[in-house]
């Protein structure tokens, strides 16, 4: 087989999965590429060293600043109220899908930053619900008009790291169906109509992201990073992409050496690639970088 | 030795240092493990997982120690699933064991055990290791290793990064191979891999042994085909300027991943020993 990506995208894959023998990449569909919206998607990283404490735990205040931050930078709006006005109607109905993995959650302070500036646009809070493993039998994610999609990102053990996209893997009745070869298909449930063109906004919490797995639970707090930031984007597979570059840049750092996520995390190229979720392609991604930068990896 | 899952949490302590065995374990089985480990399932399930014991020691504010105790098909596949993640040599516990703020896994016989504490603390490590020489004394024999690991060349060989499995996906560990099964990987090809270190070169051995000669050279043969270009000579350079070679001789492929030169993929397939 002959190479034909291209060059910003195997530098995306090789980005993504680390040292490849060669200019062969044998992912599925991968010469097919997903237009962004209007040019380049945008991708906001705010970083904020004061979003922790001494203990490590998040800050409201500073979250909902770097929200603000972040949605304006996203929106181009002058304040976060007129932002979130460009994005969530009063009439609407949002489910807000989170994460409640027990050891990195999508945390109580994101959830309620969140819910706080949906509640100033006009909805009702009866209409907000924040929700994870119970979102198809929940009301508010019945009815949904609108998703707001939040979650940590971390290594995972068989979709390579629990990303945006994975996120909506509750969405189907038998999460597990979706596994065979190691979740390339996580796409495809964006398309199921119970999800399908109702995400608003998609915000990767990397407060302090799980680089690595140990042990059945996946979890050791040896290989959590405190990095300290907050991903916002419309496009869930470009800041999926620039997520996973923090996660493989942050194991180089870690083991000093090159080591690849195991297995890879294909199925956001494949959402690109095959599903034309969004972009995975880093020259159709706009990074645009608020506060703290020191070892930001991007 | 327990006969069956269910013996361990007869074997285990009621009490331990002020922390109580609750009640009553869970019993999971390959249908219901997704259920218990959140994404984490199908890595025990292609090690041949059988089932597993899952119990807690509380104290009195309610803190919570979680043991885990896996039954693998074989003790090669407990070898295998601890291996899997494994980053330094301790053998304190069991066959091998690793210990990191505040989990401690180890493997013995056909078991894989998990013993996890968070956060860490003096108090809950001490009670940690008790648990673990109980399980590890209560297994009666050891298990055999996997004997394809034993064909990997000693000579520079990192013993920490050696890994067994049966299942493509695990190809990748150390080094981007492919997203896809090139080499034909499956339940009944037992592979391992090992990484090297030489004169400041890092590179990585890959054995996969075949049920018999035509599977390999079938697999060698689309390796070739589809990653080296074709390479008649099973070597290629990449354009990092690092060599692949493979070799096939009857029921076993070997490859040679990121190798700083030609000699040094030639001089460590010359060492393995069929």
Not at chain 2, 70 to 89: C, I, K, N, W
């Amino acid at each position: 087989m002959k190479p034909r990506e291209s060059i910003s995208r195997r530098q995306f894959i090789k980005s993504a999965s680390a040292a490849a023998i060669g200019t062969t990449l044998l992912l599925s569909g991968q010469e097919t590429t997903a237009p962004a919206k209007g040019g380049k998607s945008r991708v906001v990283l705010v970083r904020d060293l004061k979003v922790l404490d001494e203990n490590g735990r998040p800050q409201y205040a500073v979250v909902e600043e770097m929200l603000d931050s972040g949605i304006k930078a996203l929106t181009d709006m002058p304040d976060p109220q007129s932002a979130w006005k460009t994005i969530i109607k009063p009439d609407d109905i949002v489910g807000i899908k989170n994460n409640r993995w027990p050891y990195l959650r999508t945390t109580a302070e994101v959830e309620n930053a969140l819910k706080k500036r949906i509640i100033e646009v006009g909805v009702k809070e009866t209409n907000i619900s924040v929700d994870d493993l119970g979102v198809l039998q929940n009301p508010v994610f019945q009815k949904a008009t609108a998703l707001i999609n939040a979650r940590p990102m971390r290594s995972h053990h068989w979709a390579g790291v629990g990303s945006l996209i994975k996120n909506y893997i509750m969405f189907i009745p038998e999460p597990i169906s979706i596994h065979p070869d190691s979740c390339a298909d996580l796409a495809s449930i964006w398309n199921l109509p119970v999800v399908k063109g109702k995400t608003r906004l998609n915000v990767l919490v990397m407060f302090t992201p799980q680089f690595h797995s140990f042990g059945p639970h996946s979890f050791n707090p040896k290989y959590v990073w405190k990095y300290y930031g907050l991903m916002l984007g419309f496009d869930p597979v470009a800041v999926d992409a620039i997520g996973l570059r923090v996660i493989e840049a942050i194991r180089r750092e870690y083991f000093a050496e090159e080591r690849p996520l195991n297995p890879p995390a294909k199925h956001i190229a494949i959402a690109d690639s095959k599903y034309h979720l969004g972009t995975a392609d880093p020259e159709k991604i706009e990074l645009v970088k608020i506060g703290y930068d020191k070892e930001s990896f991007v | 030795m327990p006969e069956n899952i269910n013996e361990f949490y007869k074997l285990l302590p009621d009490s331990i240092a002020g922390w109580k065995k609750a009640d009553s374990p869970a019993i999971y089985t390959p249908e219901n493990l997704s259920t218990y480990i959140d994404g984490g399932a199908e890595l025990y399930i292609s090690y041949n997982f059988k089932n597993a014991l899952s119990m807690k020691y509380l104290d009195s504010a309610d803190n919570e120690i979680n043991v885990d105790i896996f039954e693998m098909g074989s003790a090669p596949d407990a070898f295998g699933v601890f291996a899997h993640s494994r980053e330094t040599l301790d053998d304190r516990f069991g066959q091998g064991s690793e210990y990191a703020a505040g989990l401690l896994t180890f493997w013995k016989g056909r078991y894989y055990i998990s013993i996890l504490a968070y956060p860490e603390t003096e108090e809950k490590k001490d009670v940690v290791f008790k648990l673990g020489q109980t399980i590890a004394g209560g297994i009666g024999s050891e298990g055999a290793l996997p004997p394809i690991i034993g064909l990997l060349p000693a000579d520079n060989l990192l013993p920490e990064t050696v890994r067994y499995f049966h299942h493509y996906i695990w190809l990748n560990s150390f080094y981007f191979v492919s997203n896809e099964n090139v080499l034909n990987i499956g339940n009944d090809t037992p592979a391992a891999l090992g990484k090297y270190r030489k004169g400041g070169a890092t590179f990585f051995l890959l054995l996969v042994r075949y049920p018999d000669a035509p599977r390999a050279e079938a697999a060698a043969r689309q390796f070739q085909k589809r990653l080296l270009d074709g390479a008649e000579d099973g070597m290629r350079p990449t354009k990092e300027g690092r060599w692949t070679g493979l070799r096939c001789r009857g029921d076993l492929v070997s490859v040679v991943f990121n190798a700083p030169d030609a000699p040094t993929v030639r001089a460590i397939l010359d060492k393995i020993k069929t």
